[in-house]
């Protein structure tokens, strides 16, 4: 897009050049035909005369015929650019009188090359003084008209605006040379310095400030201040800041639109800054219909802004948006990431400091625990013919409670470390382990265990996949109130995964409580008291190590399917 807006400007002043390359060829050869031709002078001096006065008249450029630096004719084109009268400009010297004095010695130079022979033309751009004390800034093309001897006669000039073209190509020069120094750059506030002093510098100001807007909380940060004779900087600590609802920058934020003010003691929207300044111009940098920043100048006197500050403010806003909004992008992800990166540390410590805390507190209560259990055992023998069957009921319900306690200490000891350790990725064969665990737990008489397909080999911890099948195989054990148990283990293979199943006939799950029992400490109380509900939680715990997922499928009184999926190469 911005390449595209500055091969439009090159275009334009190519054809403009072009145009005004065949005016001037037109007329210098109308000229030499008029002028040149000593020869036939006289016969055709009245036809000829008449096609120079038409050319003349109606030339959109200023031609001058002069002699010795005298004034012979001019045209209506000229009267029209310097805003004399055409007596006025009759008596003038084109040296003395309408050229600016830093080109006079130029201009008389190229002259006098001319009236000695030693060259026929020259061109140069020159000022010429306007009626209203203005100059403007032209391209001047003089040529000789010389005589039989070869003297100079007349010099013929043709004079042609270039105020416009000359604007148009120092903003593309000044677009070229932005687009150039930003190309590349990441950082926001190189950017903005960027932007800042290449605006100052091409319209001469007293500072072009640029603000950039957080879109979030509404609120506009200077980033980069600059005039056209020095860079004023910024203090990246200590940024000024205001919201979009104040000062003039506020309002062409809210409005999108550029804000031009000429006299900012009548406006209520302005702001006073370092101090107080009668101009300000404000333009909007717009991104994907967003504004995302402001380009902002004050100036010390009335009336210093016009609609050519304003072009070009747009021009470069314009050219800068992408960028800019770029720019803004990559900061915002910095900050994000370096947000994750200190919660991420402040979560391995906290995580850190829990699992240091679970071992430790399990510990100390494992030792108060067997004293009691000692304690309560000793006073059962000792007072075995004293006591009743109520009082030795009670010890034995004391025991069981401890016994409970202890074990689920030792879950949360097995809970805590399961991560705790990085073991090594070694091929583990399910099959083997799940055979071993078959071979080790009790199973009633009244379960019947059935591996129904060759369980793969994956990579991971032989004693955590342990952990983790014979969690679930205990609790389909646990959790079955048939007269003939059955648990099946499957598997079925994926493209990258492999899903593994355990599935019972026991008393079922009831849907509200799928999510909820892999949570530490949730079991299902009413139905087994000796589940201490941290099983569930370390199958989870493994799993998610391993970047895998489980769910079950179950239905009260219709049996348990636990499912989990797990990557058959490591992540």
């Known amino acids: 897009m911005l390449n595209n807006k500055i091969r439009i400007l090159e275009k334009a002043l190519e054809r403009e050049r072009k145009a005004r390359k065949e005016a001037e060829e037109i007329l210098e050869k109308k000229s030499f035909e008029l002028y040149e031709t000593n020869k036939h002078i006289e016969e055709l001096y009245d036809d000829r005369n008449a096609q120079l006065k038409l050319i003349v008249d109606n030339s959109s450029l200023g031609i001058i015929l002069s002699q010795n630096g005298k004034l012979v004719t001019i045209n209506r084109a000229l009267v029209k650019l310097l805003g004399y009268s055409y007596q006025d400009l009759m008596a003038m010297n084109i040296s003395d009188d309408l050229t600016h004095p830093d080109d006079v010695k130029e201009s008389d130079y190229q002259t006098n090359l001319l009236e000695t022979n030693k060259i ?8 010429y003084l306007r009626k209203d004390g203005s100059y403007v800034l032209c391209k001047t093309n003089v040529s000789a008209v010389r005589n039989s001897k070869g003297e100079v006669k007349y010099q013929v000039a043709l004079i042609e605006n270039v105020t416009e073209i000359n604007k148009k190509t120092k903003m593309l020069n000044t677009l070229n040379r932005l687009s150039a120094s930003i190309l590349g750059k990441r950082d926001l506030y190189e950017i903005s310095w960027e932007i ?21 909380t509404g609120i506009l940060t200077q980033i980069a201040t600059a005039s056209h004779s020095m860079y004023k900087g910024n203090d990246k600590t200590n940024l000024f800041e205001l919201t979009t609802e104040e000062g003039i920058v506020g309002k062409a934020v809210r409005t999108g639109e550029y804000q031009l003010v000429n006299d900012t003691s009548k406006c209520s929207d302005y702001l006073v800054d370092a101090s107080f300044r009668f101009s300000e111009l404000a333009v909007p940098i717009i991104a994907n219909g967003k504004v995302i920043g402001v380009m902002d100048s004050e100036n010390s006197k009335k009336n210093y802004f016009n609609y050519e500050h304003v072009e070009v403010f747009k021009n470069i806003a314009s050219l800068a948006s992408a960028q800019f909004n770029s720019a803004i992008s990559m900061a915002k992800e910095r900050k994000t990431q370096l947000e994750k990166d200190k919660l991420l540390i402040k979560l391995e410590k906290n995580n850190e400091e829990l699992k240091n805390f679970a071992h430790v507190v399990s510990h100390d209560l494992k030792s108060p625990l067997r004293s009691m259990s000692a304690l309560i055992s000793w006073i059962k023998e000792d ?65 019947n265990i059935d591996i129904k397909n060759e369980l793969p080999t994956i990579p991971g911890d032989k004693f955590r996949y342990q952990q983790l099948f014979q969690n679930l195989i205990s609790n389909a054990i646990k959790y079955n109130d048939k007269e003939k148990g059955i648990i099946e283990i499957d598997v079925q293979e994926k493209k990258d995964t492999y899903v593994f199943s355990v599935k019972d006939n026991g008393m079922g799950i009831d849907q509200k409580y799928h999510t909820k029992i892999f949570e530490v400490f949730e079991t299902l109380g009413q139905h087994n008291d000796n589940s201490t509900g941290i099983g569930l939680s370390i199958v989870k715990k493994i799993i998610d190590l391993y970047e895998g997922k489980i769910w079950i499928e179950s239905e009260s009184n219709k049996g348990t399917k636990f499912l989990f999926q797990l990557h058959k190469k490591p992540l």
């Open 383 to 447: 007072n075995d013919d004293i006591f009743d069957d109520e009082t030795s009921n009670n010890c034995n319900l004391l025991l069981a409670k401890i016994h409970k306690m202890d074990s689920l200490i030792n879950g949360i000891l097995k809970y805590s470390s399961i991560d705790k350790i990085e073991k090594e990725y070694k091929n583990v064969n399910i099959q083997q382990v799940v055979k071993e665990i078959i071979e080790t737990i009790f199973i009633p008489d009244t379960i």
């Open 120 to 127: 026929d033309r020259f061109s140069l751009q020159k000022r």
């Open 196 to 216: 800042a002093k290449t605006t100052a510098e091409h319209l001469q100001l007293e500072d072009c400030v640029v603000y950039s807007v957080n879109l979030d």
